[in-house]
């Protein structure tokens, strides 16, 4: 990723996002690349690799909270239609009329509202891992949450949120970074992930204990000391605050006020659904996404949560296929 590539652009509301942009060759669609937690833009090194090469446009933005992006304390920063909103002036500051969706972990939630309120800006969509996901009308609890999450898989999928919202959180995971993400890019089978992070308590033993059971094999050296720095650059405590909007409910009106008819996705899906994530869990979004898309193309792959950086180079062969068959915008 060319470094000269990066831009700053202040949305109306007055955030800096930081964000990589490279043109698309005539013909090609850009590709707009929205991260999850606790990445950057730098999530997406591979697929720029691939496809940039090849002619495709690339529009990777730091998320609210991370990278070179704004890192607001204000948890109502963190709205949804709000974010949405942003990463649409970021489309119009490059004069960008439609794009192809590229979405993983909040960054397929941001991707959902984004269909949701601006689906004539979207050719496609690509999830990876989690799926679109309809708004909830109705207000989250996370123990709630937590045992419905339980009746449908057998374990309390949302646990590890207990630890992300607490304010115990970003002063530990700073201070044991590499425990951390040690934790989130696991050296062992995904399923480790049933112990530490879907289990109350958990999370917060690892890292109190600062485990350090290695690195894993499918991220080299220099790409594992990126993301602790990446971390520790910005800090983790803003970006933390996309788990505190949703358990403090600042999206719900909102929520309430999107006609239902939205929640029917108007262009084609990719669906890259990691079949050993125990956390976006491959079967409920396979369903949730063939309620709410007539089009869609799903390619199981043998992966844990990070499905784009473990197996890249089929992710990549796979929706390139899928990209060629695409209606040109």
């Given at each position: 990723?060319?470094?000269?590539?990066?831009?700053?652009?202040?949305?109306?509301?007055?955030?800096?996002?930081?964000?990589?942009?490279?043109?698309?060759?005539?013909?090609?669609?850009?590709?707009?690349?929205?991260?999850?937690?606790?990445?950057?833009?730098?999530?997406?090194?591979?697929?720029?690799?691939?496809?940039?090469?090849?002619?495709?446009?690339?529009?990777?933005?730091?998320?609210?909270?991370?990278?070179?992006?704004?890192?607001?304390?204000?948890?109502?920063?963190?709205?949804?239609?709000?974010?949405?909103?942003?990463?649409?002036?970021?489309?119009?500051?490059?004069?960008?009329?439609?794009?192809?969706?590229?979405?993983?972990?909040?960054?397929?939630?941001?991707?959902?509202?984004?269909?949701?309120?601006?689906?004539?800006?979207?050719?496609?969509?690509?999830?990876?891992?989690?799926?679109?996901?309809?708004?909830?009308?109705?207000?989250?609890?996370l123990e709630a949450g937590m045992q419905f999450a339980k009746s449908l898989v057998g374990y309390e999928a949302y646990a590890y949120w207990q630890f992300?919202?607490?304010?115990?959180?970003?002063?530990?995971?700073?201070?044991?970074?590499?425990?951390?993400?040690?934790?989130?890019?696991?050296?062992?089978?995904?399923?480790?992930?049933?112990?530490?992070?879907?289990?109350?308590?958990?999370?917060?033993?690892?890292?109190?204990?600062?485990?350090?059971?290695?690195?894993?094999?499918?991220?080299?050296?220099?790409?594992?000391?990126?993301?602790?720095?990446?971390?520790?650059?910005s800090g983790i405590r803003s970006s933390l605050n996309w788990y505190k909007a949703q358990v403090g409910n600042i999206d719900l009106e909102d929520n309430?006020?999107?006609?239902?008819?939205?929640?029917?996705?108007?262009?084609?899906?990719?669906?890259?659904?990691?079949?050993?994530?125990?956390?976006?869990?491959p079967s409920m979004s396979i369903a949730i996404l063939g309620q709410h898309c007539d089009q869609v193309k799903t390619v199981e792959f043998d992966a844990?949560?990070?499905?784009?950086?473990?197996?890249?180079?089929?992710?990549?062969?796979?929706?390139?296929?899928?990209?060629?068959?695409?209606?040109?915008?």
């Amino acid at each position: 990723m060319d470094p000269a590539l990066y831009k700053d652009v202040v949305v109306p509301r007055g955030f800096k996002y930081h964000y990589y942009y490279s043109p698309a060759a005539e013909g090609k669609p850009t590709l707009l690349l929205l991260h999850g937690f606790p990445a950057t833009s730098y999530d997406w090194r591979r697929q720029i690799a691939y496809f940039q090469p090849k002619g495709y446009g690339i529009l990777a933005p730091d998320s609210l909270g991370s990278g070179g992006s704004s890192t607001p304390l204000d948890v109502n920063a963190f709205l949804m239609n709000e974010a949405a909103g942003d990463i649409i002036h970021i489309l119009d500051t490059e004069n960008l009329d439609k794009v192809v969706g590229f979405g993983h972990d909040w960054g397929s939630i941001l991707l959902s509202r984004l269909s949701l309120l601006h689906s004539d800006r979207f050719i496609g969509f690509v999830w990876m891992g989690l799926s679109f996901l309809p708004p909830s009308t109705q207000a989250f609890d996370l123990e709630a949450g937590m045992q419905f999450a339980k009746s449908l898989v057998g374990y309390e999928a949302y646990a590890y949120w207990q630890f992300f919202i607490s304010e115990k959180a970003p002063e530990l995971i700073e201070k044991n970074i590499e425990s951390f993400s040690q934790l989130l890019y696991p050296k062992e089978s995904p399923a480790c992930w049933l112990e530490w992070i879907t289990v109350r308590g958990k999370t917060e033993e690892w890292m109190v204990n600062n485990k350090q059971p290695g690195r894993p094999s499918w991220l080299s050296d220099e790409e594992f000391d990126r993301l602790n720095s990446d971390v520790l650059k910005s800090g983790i405590r803003s970006s933390l605050n996309w788990y505190k909007a949703q358990v403090g409910n600042i999206d719900l009106e909102d929520n309430k006020k999107i006609p239902v008819e939205n929640y029917k996705l108007k262009s084609p899906s990719f669906l890259a659904a990691s079949m050993r994530d125990p956390v976006s869990v491959p079967s409920m979004s396979i369903a949730i996404l063939g309620q709410h898309c007539d089009q869609v193309k799903t390619v199981e792959f043998d992966a844990g949560h990070w499905v784009h950086v473990e197996r890249s180079e089929e992710v990549n062969k796979a929706v390139e296929e899928w990209l060629a068959d695409l209606p040109k915008a």
